[in-house]
């Protein structure tokens, strides 16, 4: 049995430091609404789970101002044992300790909850249970409410794994089609057996040499050093008469005496010009400069012309394009059958969901028709589409307090249930305001059951209220 004694908040939402006290049996916590009741039971489901059991990160519930540790304390019993949890905020940090066992490492003390209590991501669902829940239940639409109950049974883990079945990628082409050009393709790269990859590096540097060779000339670079010099010669020249010609009186840039009239300084400054765009010419014509020495091509192969080496090369990425091209057909391949075999896993996960869930939802109207029982009806009703009947009226035309009553009831069968599922220990029920939308006649055969039948399936029923009557 677990058993929950003391629960302290230091600095933890509007808590500065208060500690809330327990009995074995039933509990009526009574604030005004903004006092924190949902606090407190936020706080123990932090206590017991860290993170994982609240809705919003961590940081959001140290108390705003705040500067020193923000923590909850839990105290109780778990198998006869003192059982004490501390969970830090501020500082993040925790500290269990239950008979002669002290941990302080997070991942230890989730695993011990785990296996002495409850899975953690299941304290919301089991032990703490919130007043937005029911309020859910009762007043979503039928879509919402049926997602809503899948995560209370946890059977959203099996549909989400449904979902993600999908194939990665889809085909326009059958399985048959596919292997039959993957087929081809083997065929066709079987002729290229003969073609060595390994050879490409000679082919191409022997292509190299042969295309050098063609325009290799010997005297290209005397060639290339007295055009230069002849085309500096004229920029020169080219400048020193570009500068006579803004002279008014010219006279020969070398000697000084001989006189120039400027339509024959223009003139032949045309002239150098156009000797100068001549030499460039030829300088561009001239063979890039060789880059290898005469002697590189005594490596040349024998026999081995460009047109065979281009020859050559050109089957080489023939066959690599084939080789690509068989990858990818086999990729092809290996996706089409992944997707037939995900097809039917589809099935069978399916088919593994409708079986799973069938029982629970027999189970929960069951349990369910058990808690009205002691109020106000006799029979509830939870179909495969998770469609609800009481009494055999749709859950839609109950009026608004009937659907609240109803839907804390259930959600108290649905903790109950999952604590024989997990077979967890006798476990106690925290409710936060369940009842309090209720009218007088809902609210007070509520609080009957959950003072008395509830506790005989239940180590305790703590129920927070701004109601006390």
Partial sequence: MFLVE?????????????????????????????????????????ALAGSTAVPRPAGEYIREGS???????????????????????????????????????????????????????????????????AALIARADANTRRKFIMNLLRLDVVERALKSLTSASSSSLSLRALEEQLSKCQDDLSQFEVVDESLEPVMRKQLELIRLKKTYDPDA????????????????????????????????????????????????????????????????????????????????????????????LDLITQKRVKRHTLDNLKEAIRSARSSKSIHQARGVLRDFLTWLSGPLVRSLSVYTSHVLKMGMFETFELDATFNIKVDGRDFSLLSTGQQDYVAASFRVAVSYLLSLLYRCPRMPLILDSVGDSLDDA????????????????FSQVVVTSHRSD
């Avoid at 933890?12 to 949902?38: A, D, M, W």
């Fill in 6 to 46: 003391q629960v302290t908040l230091t600095n933890f939402k509007c808590y500065s430091q208060s500690k809330y006290e327990f009995n074995p049996g039933f509990n009526l916590i009574v604030r005004p609404n903004g006092h924190g009741k949902t606090a407190l039971v936020e706080g123990i489901a932090y």
């Fill in 67 to 133: 500067f020193s540790p923000s923590y909850v304390l839990l105290k109780g019993y778990l198998r006869q044992k003192q059982f004490s949890l501390k969970r830090g905020l501020k500082p993040r940090n925790a500290l269990l300790k239950w008979g002669d066992i002290s941990e302080t490492k997070v991942t230890e003390i989730q695993r011990l909850v785990k296996e002495f209590i409850l899975p953690p991501q299941l304290v919301r669902t089991t032990i703490c249970c919130f007043q937005r829940e």
């Fill in 221 to 312: 670079a005397q060639k290339r050093t007295r055009l230069q010099e002849q085309l500096n010669s004229l920029r020169a020249l080219y400048q020193l008469l570009q500068a006579a010609s803004s002279v008014d009186s010219l006279s020969c840039p070398l000697c000084g005496s001989t006189k120039y009239s400027r339509d024959y300084v223009v003139k032949r400054t045309s002239e150098v010009h156009r000797s100068m765009a001549e030499l460039s010419a030829d300088l561009s014509r001239l063979p890039p400069p060789c880059v290898v020495s005469p002697d590189a091509f005594s490596n040349l192969v024998p026999g081995l012309d460009e047109k065979d080496c281009v020859k050559y």
């Fill in 442 to 457: 809902h609210y007070s055969a509520l609080m009957d059951y959950l003072s008395g039948g509830a506790t005989k399936l």
